[in-house]
């Protein structure tokens, strides 16, 4: 029942995501690129994916916005980890959104050929309990980090 209401919940959280008002934030100087990241792409750096496309919701912005601050806040002095901002609709990201076969607003963590895929819980979380995504970021951020 509870997986059933969760999937329902998502479904309409991401049918939502596509009619919103378009927001763009420009903080290119903390941002890396996916550009760069591909190009220097070191099996031993997490790199934090935030997908998004053109047109995003309340919900969409809250998970980069707590995405973008849990990391800003716990690794800003580690060079290992980086947030990566990718605009699925824009083609010179094409390979990196076929690589993770990206169709929507999605939240990854990614060392080497490893990931997690977070986007189910930033969903649930971001707009009424950032403070639990962040500590969901951090322990995934962590455990990437040890392996």
Known sequence: MRKTFLFTLLAVLLVSCGGGKTENKQETAELTTPEQTVATADASNVNVYYFHGKQR???????????????????????????????????K?????????????????VKGE?????????FANA?????????????????????
Not at 70 to 88: G, L, R
Request: negative net charge.
């Open 127 to 147: 707009v009424n309990s950032p403070d639990a995504l962040t500590s969901l970021i951090k322990e995934e951020v962590n455990k990437q980090l040890q392996n």
């Open 93 to 109: 990201n094409k390979d990196i959104v076929e690589k993770y076969e990206i169709a929507f607003s999605s939240l990854l963590i």
């Open 114 to 122: 490893d990931y997690t895929d977070l986007t189910e819980q930033a």
């Open 57 to 91: 919701c309340k919900t969409c912005l809250a998970i980069e916005d707590v995405t973008k601050k849990a990391i800003a806040d716990n690794y800003k002095d580690n060079q290992k980890v980086k947030f990566v901002e990718i605009n699925i609709d824009e083609d």
